[in-house]
């Protein structure tokens, strides 16, 4: 429903683009473990979170081992998972965790070469 002109010269209508989260949405990257070049896409993804104007992100690069437990994954908001083709995310070690996190309402985001690497 559109605003009428008095409706915003008045303030009492807030469009959901004027609307900001108080709070910082924290936000788990899952990259592969092994630094360097390997890890340059879920560090980008880490970055671009965090240089956001839009949104208040506090997004960390953790790695399959500190994401094994639902109480570890209760520390954030989402999760982002994805692969970037070399098929090194060890998928295994936190998949269990990742269910009971959305199952508890947590969010979680697939990104890149995800089937690929889920499927090693």
């Given at each position: 429903?559109?605003r009428?002109?008095?409706?915003?010269?008045?303030?009492?209508?807030?469009t959901?683009?004027?609307?900001?989260?108080?709070?910082?949405?924290?936000v788990a990257v899952?990259?592969n473990?092994f630094?360097?070049?390997?890890?340059g896409g879920f560090?980008?993804?880490?970055?671009?979170l965090?240089?956001?104007t839009?949104?208040?992100?506090?997004?960390?690069?953790?790695?399959?081992?500190?994401?094994?437990?639902?109480a570890?994954?209760?520390?954030?908001?989402?999760v982002?998972?994805?692969?970037?083709?070399s098929?090194?995310?060890?998928?295994a070690?936190?998949?269990p965790?990742?269910?009971?996190?959305?199952e508890?309402?947590?969010?979680?985001?697939?990104?890149g070469w995800l089937?690929?690497?889920?499927g090693?």
């Amino acid at each position: 429903m559109a605003r009428s002109a008095r409706q915003a010269a008045s303030g009492l209508v807030e469009t959901l683009e004027d609307r900001r989260v108080l709070t910082p949405i924290n936000v788990a990257v899952i990259g592969n473990g092994f630094g360097g070049q390997l890890e340059g896409g879920f560090n980008q993804i880490v970055s671009q979170l965090n240089n956001s104007t839009r949104f208040d992100f506090n997004a960390t690069l953790i790695n399959a081992s500190q994401a094994d437990t639902l109480a570890e994954l209760q520390a954030y908001d989402a999760v982002v998972i994805g692969d970037e083709g070399s098929g090194l995310v060890d998928f295994a070690t936190f998949a269990p965790a990742l269910r009971s996190f959305v199952e508890a309402g947590g969010g979680v985001v697939g990104v890149g070469w995800l089937i690929y690497g889920a499927g090693n």
